[in-house]
Nanobody
Framework: QVQLVESGGGLVQPGGSLRLSCAASGSIFAIYTMGWYRQAPGTQRELVADITSGGVTNYADSVKGRFTISRDNANNTVSLQMNGLKPDDTAIYYC?????????????WGKGTPVTVSS
């Protein structure tokens, strides 16, 4: 079984910073793209940022210049440094990874961590 466990969410004032982390564990053969998605109430889940196993990154236009995604391949972790947070960034943030196991290759999701940006 594969698990993705997120940490680091919370309440922050506008302009503040938070760092989200996600650790993958289980019978993992390889991890390809890892990323962060978010879903605000009443909206669809959207991509925030992702990163390939080779380190190529991709960001939503709304977070470019403010968020930075990184990963540690040796420890199967991905992080999201969020600076200059805005109220519009309030959402549940989900870790995602495309993982190869002995059984198959597929997408996995974490349970989510809430981020609230409010004064």
């Amino acid at each position: 079984q594969v698990q993705l466990v997120e940490s680091g969410g919370g309440l922050v004032q506008p302009g503040g910073s938070l760092r989200l982390s996600c650790a993958a564990s289980g019978s993992i053969f390889a991890i390809y793209t890892m990323g962060w998605y978010r879903q605000a109430p009443g909206t669809q889940r959207e991509l925030v940022a992702d990163i390939t196993s080779g380190g190529v990154t991709n960001y939503a236009d709304s977070v470019k210049g403010r968020f930075t995604i990184s990963r540690d391949n040796a420890n199967n972790t991905v992080s999201l440094q969020m600076n200059g947070l805005k109220p519009d960034d309030t959402a549940i943030y989900y870790c995602n990874a495309f993982i190869s196991t002995i059984a198959n290759d597929r997408n996995y999701w974490g349970k989510g961590t809430p981020v609230t940006v409010s004064s």
